[in-house]
């Protein structure tokens, strides 16, 4: 039997089955689970939020969570060391204990990767969170680290000097929708859908640019757009009026189920500046839709040329090119476009949440390894 502890925010909520969180909640939230249905593991979640949120083979211990107090620690570290726990595992806190599990870029990343006025900015006003974190990581540099990408892997490589060994690179999941693939049918026009929630970083901008050069160039499609801020983006809503596409631009509030949006696209785009991973890929892939995946998300490491589209992100030509490449295949190859779905049905079948959390638990008492 493994003592397992899991160092956490916010999360009983997610596990009880609040409202829908971030990825890096949404990835601690699904291994919990998978902990707790594990014969041969007996865990522990250390959480500051009520603790009678009732998790099924779960012992949840509250402790009043305290930003930049280590004080937070300390009170872990005493039950840690009297109870002797096999693996202690942080996720979504800026403290780092024992192993850190890494599901974002950190703050130094973020903003050595943003616009000069943007990095000017957070220099200014978020300098305490900056040295905060490289605080946290000077401390920590001894401690094992699970990263969900290559990509976050070398970011804390460069920015914290963290050894290369101490991190294990672990890819998050998606959960099984179909046993076999869905009929893929052809549209008169292809159909792109992208999760923008109307952010710079997620690249929504940035994509109805591109998707208005390639309208002006004489190719259809169609848009869904989920952006919950759009009726106060006027740069989102003049991209649409000046290139003429409000009849194929269809804006979504957020969703709280995802099953219509994944179904009734054909191709899902992630156009984002920096993306830690980016499960909206996996789980377009488990309806067997094939992605266009920004260079800079950490997703674009499981994508090759026969389940989905990688695109440089810096380079706006090959952007253009990718989506014109894809509506070229869907409109004249649909039997390509339809490998393409079976392919990418395929990759999210392997990605499952069990063997994720099993390879957690070998990361947390092995060395540095891509699983």
């Given at each position: 039997?493994?003592?397992?502890?899991?160092?956490?925010?916010?999360?009983?909520?997610?596990?009880?089955g609040?409202?829908?969180?971030?990825?890096?909640?949404?990835v601690?939230g699904?291994?919990?689970?998978?902990?707790?249905?594990?014969k041969?593991v007996?865990?522990?979640?250390?959480?500051e939020?009520?603790?009678?949120?009732?998790?099924?083979?779960?012992?949840?211990?509250?402790?009043?969570?305290?930003?930049?107090?280590?004080?937070?620690?300390?009170?872990?570290?005493?039950?840690?060391?009297?109870?002797?726990?096999?693996?202690?595992?942080?996720?979504?806190?800026?403290?780092?204990?024992?192993?850190?599990?890494?599901q974002?870029?950190?703050?130094?990343?973020?903003c050595?990767?943003?616009?000069?006025?943007?990095r000017?900015?957070?220099?200014?006003f978020?300098?305490?969170?900056l040295?905060f974190?490289k605080k946290?990581?000077?401390?920590?540099k001894?401690c094992?680290?699970i990263?969900?990408?290559?990509?976050?892997?070398?970011?804390?490589?460069?920015?914290?000097?963290?050894?290369?060994?101490?991190?294990?690179?672990?890819?998050?999941?998606?959960?099984k929708?179909?046993?076999?693939?869905?009929?893929?049918?052809?549209n008169a026009?292809?159909?792109?859908?992208?999760?923008a929630n109307?952010?710079?970083?997620?690249?929504?901008?940035?994509?109805?640019?591109?998707?208005?050069?390639v309208?002006?160039?004489?190719?259809k499609?169609?848009?869904?757009?989920?952006?919950p801020?759009?009726?106060?983006?006027?740069?989102?809503?003049?991209?649409?009026?000046?290139?003429?596409?409000?009849?194929?631009?269809?804006?979504?509030?957020?969703?709280?189920?995802?099953?219509?949006?994944?179904?009734?696209?054909?191709?899902?785009?992630?156009?984002?500046?920096?993306?830690?991973?980016?499960?909206?890929?996996?789980?377009?892939?488990?309806?067997?839709?094939?992605?266009?995946?920004?260079?800079?998300a950490?997703?674009?490491?499981?994508?090759?040329s026969?389940?989905?589209?990688?695109?440089?992100?810096?380079?706006?030509?090959?952007?253009?090119q990718?989506?014109?490449?894809?509506?070229?295949?869907y409109?004249?190859?649909?039997?390509?476009?339809?490998?393409?779905?079976m392919?990418?049905?395929?990759?999210?079948?392997?990605?499952?949440?069990?063997?994720?959390?099993?390879?957690?638990l070998?990361?947390?008492?092995?060395?540095?390894?891509?699983?």
């Amino acid at each position: 039997m493994k003592k397992v502890a899991i160092v956490a925010k916010n999360i009983c909520q997610v596990i009880a089955g609040g409202a829908q969180y971030g990825g890096g909640i949404v990835v601690t939230g699904n291994l919990i689970r998978e902990f707790a249905g594990m014969k041969d593991v007996d865990l522990t979640v250390f959480t500051e939020i009520d603790s009678s949120v009732p998790i099924n083979n779960v012992r949840v211990i509250e402790i009043p969570y305290r930003y930049r107090n280590d004080s937070y620690i300390d009170e872990i570290d005493k039950i840690v060391e009297k109870e002797k726990f096999d693996i202690v595992l942080t996720a979504n806190i800026p403290q780092l204990y024992r192993t850190g599990l890494l599901q974002c870029h950190s703050p130094q990343y973020k903003c050595n990767n943003v616009p000069f006025f943007s990095r000017i900015f957070r220099n200014i006003f978020g300098h305490k969170k900056l040295a905060f974190s490289k605080k946290c990581f000077k401390c920590a540099k001894d401690c094992r680290f699970i990263a969900v990408s290559e990509i976050i892997k070398k970011d804390y490589q460069e920015n914290f000097g963290i050894p290369s060994e101490n991190i294990r690179v672990v890819y998050p999941a998606c959960t099984k929708i179909f046993d076999t693939l869905p009929e893929i049918k052809k549209n008169a026009n292809i159909t792109f859908g992208i999760v923008a929630n109307s952010s710079f970083n997620k690249g929504g901008h940035l994509l109805l640019f591109v998707l208005g050069l390639v309208k002006l160039c004489g190719y259809k499609f169609n848009v869904k757009i989920i952006a919950p801020r759009y009726k106060r983006d006027l740069v989102m809503q003049g991209l649409v009026n000046i290139f003429g596409m409000s009849k194929c631009v269809e804006v979504l509030p957020k969703q709280s189920d995802m099953k219509e949006f994944y179904s009734t696209i054909d191709v899902l785009i992630l156009p984002s500046i920096h993306e830690a991973f980016g499960l909206v890929v996996l789980e377009a892939m488990a309806y067997g839709k094939p992605c266009i995946v920004s260079s800079n998300a950490g997703v674009s490491e499981i994508i090759n040329s026969q389940n989905g589209f990688v695109f440089n992100r810096g380079k706006l030509s090959d952007f253009i090119q990718t989506i014109i490449r894809v509506i070229k295949i869907y409109n004249n190859e649909f039997s390509i476009y339809q490998n393409y779905c079976m392919k990418a049905f395929e990759t999210s079948g392997i990605y499952s949440w069990e063997r994720f959390a099993n390879n957690i638990l070998d990361s947390c008492l092995a060395g540095s390894k891509k699983v």
